[in-house]
């Protein structure tokens, strides 16, 4: 093969000399988990592939966008060279032909070569390829021959992909994601992944099969885009958690200790598994549970880190982000948690109130197990679909056909899973979702 893939990074490029091997050796790792098969060599702060065959080629140049740690990465060829002049015959045999009609800069870097510097490679490649019918723009061009010399050999190039940069992923250690699959849960995954950082998730589960289902889909494409995984996927049934703190705590209070809850169970998880961190989506300020003093009261009492890469992101932020990586229109499907509260919620509560009312329910909470789930996508149903809004009709499942595919909604989507956990065992064909999810997807679920 002469294929040559050379891959660039820039931040592990500023470790010292003693760790930087440590992280060059996670980022080929991870490259490795790509499929593909190659060798390695070296060449100052790049790292270059020789694939072993065309298709672990493309399985490179496909994945490598989507490695964490690679800041760029281009298919080379290396050229061995005795003098300045030797080196512009090897780089005009190589464009001469491409080059004719088309606007084109030359950029150079040198490293340890003796008699010339940059400056005078860009001169006279420069010149060289416009006597064979190029033009040069430094600004505005169509080509850019990149030409990295070392001492008698040089690597060049003129297509650079970029990749996503940061730290590779287990570079960092290891930390717990509190996932809820909606829009902002996988965009924390994804920031803490970008550095360094490998996750396991945690699922808590509101909704029913139904809710876990969605959340994993959400899972599944953000590993499928982005992770070298898969990565354990956790779950805690929530339910008990929930009548618990309806039945026993203050309403002020109750959107504050479910959060509370999820944060114990995290932390439970984290010190078992000797994890370095939790991970959660929250953004100062987005909703009641996320002012600074309800966040600290929350977080009172457990000795865990708790990270929240999304802090200072406002929602649009994070839902451009969700759509640049690729979880968007999958996490526009998964209902938001439900609302337990009854009427306003304290926004400024005191780490002894918080503790008061958790302490209610912190014996359901120690008793809820996590467990690791492996689950099959679903198969599409090619039954008759009928949509039922239970916020505007209830159900009477006696009056129901098993023939037909019936699509459940409501606001949150919550409710929506839990009828539809019920019908199933009872023998019916049907999925839940909240009501903007199927405004999302009116081709797959038409009104009848």
């Given at each position: 093969?002469?294929?040559?893939?050379?891959?660039?990074?820039?931040?592990?490029?500023?470790?010292?000399?003693?760790?930087?091997?440590?992280?060059?050796?996670?980022?080929?790792?991870?490259?490795?988990?790509?499929?593909?098969?190659?060798?390695?060599?070296?060449?100052?702060?790049?790292?270059?592939?020789?694939?072993?065959?065309?298709?672990?080629?493309?399985?490179?140049?496909?994945?490598?966008?989507?490695?964490?740690?690679?800041?760029?990465?281009a298919?080379?060829?290396?050229?061995?060279?005795?003098?300045?002049?030797?080196?512009?015959?090897a780089v005009?045999?190589?464009?001469?032909?491409?080059?004719?009609?088309?606007v084109?800069r030359?950029?150079?870097?040198?490293?340890?070569?003796?008699?010339?510097?940059?400056?005078?490679?860009?001169?006279?490649?420069?010149?060289?390829?416009?006597?064979?019918?190029?033009?040069?723009?430094?600004?505005?061009?169509?080509?850019?021959?990149?030409?990295?010399?070392?001492?008698?050999?040089?690597?060049?190039?003129?297509?650079?992909?970029?990749?996503?940069?940061?730290?590779?992923?287990?570079?960092?250690?290891?930390?717990?994601?509190?996932?809820?699959?909606?829009?902002?849960?996988?965009?924390?995954?994804?920031?803490?992944?970008?550095?360094?950082?490998?996750?396991?998730?945690?699922?808590?589960?509101?909704?029913?099969?139904?809710?876990?289902?969605?959340?994993?889909?959400?899972?599944?494409?953000?590993?499928?885009?982005?992770?070298?995984?898969?990565?354990?996927f956790?779950?805690?049934?929530?339910?008990?958690?929930?009548?618990?703190?309806?039945?026993?705590?203050?309403?002020?209070?109750?959107?504050?200790?479910?959060?509370?809850?999820?944060?114990?169970?995290?932390?439970?998880?984290?010190?078992?598994?000797?994890?370095?961190?939790?991970?959660?989506?929250?953004?100062?300020?987005?909703?009641?549970?996320?002012?600074?003093?309800?966040?600290?009261?929350?977080?009172?009492?457990?000795?865990?880190?708790?990270?929240?890469?999304?802090?200072?992101?406002?929602?649009?932020?994070?839902?451009?982000?969700?759509?640049?990586?690729?979880?968007?229109?999958?996490?526009?499907?998964?209902?938001e948690?439900?609302?337990?509260?009854k009427?306003?919620?304290?926004?400024?509560?005191?780490?002894?109130?918080?503790?008061?009312?958790?302490?209610?329910?912190?014996?359901?909470?120690?008793?809820?197990?996590?467990?690791?789930?492996?689950?099959?996508?679903?198969?599409?149903?090619?039954?008759?679909k009928?949509?039922?809004?239970?916020?505007?009709?209830?159900?009477?499942?006696?009056?129901?056909?098993?023939?037909?595919?019936?699509?459940?909604?409501?606001k949150?989507?919550?409710?929506?899973?839990?009828?539809?956990?019920?019908?199933?065992?009872?023998?019916?064909d049907c999925t839940?979702?909240?009501?903007?999810?199927?405004?999302?997807?009116?081709?797959?679920?038409?009104?009848?």
């Amino acid at each position: 093969m002469d294929e040559r893939i050379l891959v660039a990074y820039s931040e592990i490029g500023t470790k010292g000399k003693s760790t930087r091997p440590k992280f060059e050796r996670c980022l080929i790792n991870n490259i490795k988990a790509t499929g593909a098969k190659f060798k390695v060599s070296r060449s100052g702060g790049h790292i270059i592939l020789i694939p072993d065959s065309p298709k672990d080629v493309e399985v490179l140049k496909e994945r490598l966008s989507r490695v964490f740690g690679v800041e760029y990465y281009a298919l080379i060829k290396q050229v061995a060279y005795s003098d300045l002049e030797d080196l512009a015959d090897a780089v005009v045999k190589m464009y001469c032909d491409q080059i004719k009609g088309k606007v084109f800069r030359v950029t150079a870097r040198t490293h340890e070569t003796p008699g010339f510097g940059s400056m005078d490679v860009m001169r006279v490649v420069g010149a060289r390829l416009v006597a064979c019918g190029g033009k040069v723009n430094l600004k505005k061009y169509d080509m850019d021959v990149n030409i990295n010399v070392r001492r008698n050999s040089a690597i060049v190039f003129d297509n650079m992909y970029r990749g996503p940069g940061g730290l590779p992923i287990g570079s960092e250690g290891n930390v717990l994601v509190l996932f809820s699959g909606g829009i902002d849960s996988p965009v924390a995954a994804w920031m803490s992944m970008r550095r360094g950082c490998r996750p396991l998730f945690l699922f808590v589960n509101l909704g029913g099969k139904d809710s876990l289902e969605r959340a994993r889909a959400v899972y599944n494409k953000l590993c499928e885009l982005w992770g070298n995984g898969p990565f354990e996927f956790l779950v805690a049934d929530g339910t008990k958690i929930v009548q618990e703190i309806k039945a026993c705590v203050s309403p002020a209070f109750r959107q504050i200790v479910l959060k509370k809850s999820f944060y114990t169970l995290a932390g439970r998880v984290c010190r078992e598994r000797k994890l370095d961190a939790v991970v959660t989506g929250e953004s100062i300020g987005q909703v009641s549970t996320q002012t600074l003093k309800n966040m600290w009261g929350i977080q009172h009492g457990l000795d865990v880190l708790f990270i929240r890469p999304l802090a200072g992101m406002d929602k649009q932020e994070i839902i451009k982000t969700a759509q640049k990586i690729g979880t968007y229109d999958v996490s526009i499907g998964v209902g938001e948690l439900c609302n337990i509260s009854k009427g306003s919620v304290k926004l400024s509560a005191k780490p002894w109130e918080v503790e008061k009312e958790f302490s209610k329910v912190s014996g359901v909470v120690n008793e809820t197990d996590v467990t690791r789930v492996t689950l099959e996508p679903a198969t599409p149903s090619q039954k008759e679909k009928k949509i039922i809004d239970l916020d505007k009709e209830s159900i009477n499942p006696a009056m129901l056909d098993k023939n037909k595919f019936y699509v459940i909604v409501c606001k949150d989507g919550v409710r929506a899973s839990l009828e539809c956990d019920v019908l199933r065992g009872l023998g019916y064909d049907c999925t839940g979702m909240k009501r903007s999810a199927l405004t999302k997807n009116k081709e797959n679920y038409p009104s009848k």
